[in-house]
């Protein structure tokens, strides 16, 4: 059993980037993630430091576990500070003060670890942390097209993960909405292709993150 992390090397981890998982740290606590597996050093200069998936793990748990010592209960957990893509559903109200600006720079970190991470630096094609969140990555990608989340105020998408292996699907309220969601997949490096729930009728998208 692989020993849990120091509470210095916690620190390290939880001040990581929300959505890219970059780090920061001395080169010593930097080094010691990467022996234990939660973290990666980029062959390619400047040679930053990620988060790999058991990194991602543990920061998300830490979170959770705050969330449920502070937030009270029935109360959402927003304004904590740390960014979330929307899947659409959320209780609490879409727009915010800086919304847009988080939600820009979220992407714009993306496209860096997308460049940073794929072998041959494209920022066109999703990434492995992408498929590794599929939902939030998806998520993501619509948020910054413009794309509104369904919510208490408004109707809008809903991403959803499917038993299928490295797939979304994601609802609209109509057709047009649908094919404007899978337009914007589309130009974030998805593939998208639009079908219908055989109990429901409902039409929703599956969308894949393309590996070529």
């Not at 979220?106 to 498929?131: I, K, S, Y």
């Not at 969140?133 to 998520?139: G, K, S």
Request: net charge neutral.
């Amino acid at each position: 059993m692989t020993r849990p992390p120091t509470a210095a090397q916690r620190r390290v981890i939880d001040a990581a980037d929300p959505v890219t998982g970059r780090l920061r740290g001395t080169e010593a606590q930097l080094a010691a993630l990467v022996k234990r597996g939660l973290a990666f050093r980029h062959p390619r200069p400047p040679h930053d430091h990620f988060l790999t998936p058991a990194g991602h793990r543990i920061r998300e748990e830490e979170e959770g576990e705050e969330e449920e010592k502070s937030t009270p209960a029935g109360e959402a957990a927003a304004g904590s500070g740390v960014f979330s893509a929307r899947v659409g559903g959320e209780e609490e109200p879409y727009d915010g003060p800086g919304r847009a600006r988080e939600v820009h720079s979220a992407w714009q970190g993306l496209l860096e670890l997308r460049r940073m991470t794929n072998p041959d630096g494209a920022v066109e094609r999703p990434c492995g942390w992408e498929r590794a969140h599929l939902v939030r990555a998806a998520a993501l990608a619509l948020e910054a097209a413009g794309q509104r989340p369904a919510g208490p105020d408004a109707d809008g998408y809903r991403v959803r993960a499917t038993p299928q292996p490295e797939a979304v699907a994601v609802y609209g309220p109509d057709g047009a909405a649908l094919r404007a969601c899978a337009a914007a997949l589309e130009r974030a490096g998805w593939q998208a292709g639009e079908y219908t729930e055989p109990r429901t009728r409902d039409r929703y998208l599956l969308a894949s993150p393309r590996r070529v």
